[in-house]
């Protein structure tokens, strides 16, 4: 199951990736907002990052505006490791390297079919399992 998560400026886009999520046959948990409306980005990113620590959903997909906010509120909670992708790179090496288990993406600053293309990258691509990635992520904590 993935949870995902938006505020207002990433809304639109989050529909096109829980859409994308469903046709691949992927179960998709939507933990809001529910509309176009202004809300505040914490709140949501707080929802999707509980999902995953508690282990209910294995991974998070948090969209905002540019991605920031959500990737900096994200990682802000112990065992979560977010990372903000705007090309296909980054959402590979951040699975392998860094185990990611949120992918935060801007809906104002890439279109929806790359940001489709990183999802299907991030969700595609392992963790290598190398004792020195496992060893860097370690220190986090
Ligand atoms: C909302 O206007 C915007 O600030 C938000 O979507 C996001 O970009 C924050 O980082």
Known sequence: MIAIGSDHGGYE??????KHLKDRGIKVKDYGCDSTASCDYPVYAGKVTDAVVSK?????????????????????????????????????????????NILCMG????????????????????????????RRISMFD
Not at 13 to 18: F, M, P
Not at 58 to 67: A, K, M, Q, S, Y
């Open 107 to 134: 809906a104002r600053t890439i279109g929806p079919g790359l940001a489709l293309m990183i999802v299907d990258t991030f969700l595609d691509t392992p963790f290598s399992e190398d004792e020195r990635h496992i």
């Open 13 to 18: 886009l989050k529909l096109e990736v829980i």
């Open 56 to 100: 209910e959903c294995e991974l998070g997909i948090l969209i905002c505006g540019t991605g920031i906010g959500m990737s900096m509120a994200a990682n802000k909670v112990k065992g979560i490791r977010a990372a903000l992708c705007s090309d296909c790179f980054s959402a590979k090496a951040t699975k392998e390297h860094n185990n990611a």
